[in-house]
């Protein structure tokens, strides 16, 4: 099942640099294995904000949360869950095959 996952960062003032430092090096290695396990599928920054956009492909939404919360950041994470369901469209041959499908304008099939 996939999930959109945004996430925005808001640390506390009280942690050292060494210890942030700790915990993204931390972080880092658990995504580089969630993407390994096909569990994280791509990651994305948002430019000027302090977070990342997800796309996670979990057994339910059970394994998802068990997935974030076993994130090094996620005490420091406000998290926003967007479940995704496969578009009918989707499931078309041409498109699965990645070409476009022809469209008839005006009687004609164009490409």
């Known amino acids: 099942m996939e999930f959109l996952v945004r996430t925005t960062t808001g640390f506390p003032p009280h942690l050292t ?4 430092a700790d915990l993204r090096a931390q ?3 658990l995504a580089m294995r969630l993407r390994a396990e096909g569990v994280l ?9 302090p977070g ?5 492909d979990t057994r339910d939404a059970t ?5 974030l919360t076993s994130l090094p950041l996620f005490p420091y994470l406000t ?3 967007e479940a995704l369901a496969t578009h009918p469209q989707e499931l078309l041959p041409e498109v699965r095959n990645g070409g476009a499908a ?6 004609a099939a164009r490409a």
Request: proline fraction near 6%.
């Open 63 to 67: 394994h998802l949360h068990e997935v």
């Open 79 to 81: 998290v926003e869950v």
């Open 102 to 107: 022809p469209v008839e304008v005006n009687g």
């Open 27 to 29: 972080e880092r290695a």
């Open 17 to 20: 640099a060494e210890h942030l």
């Open 52 to 56: 990342t956009l997800g796309l996670y």
């Open 41 to 49: 599928k791509k990651l994305w920054r948002l430019p000027g904000k």
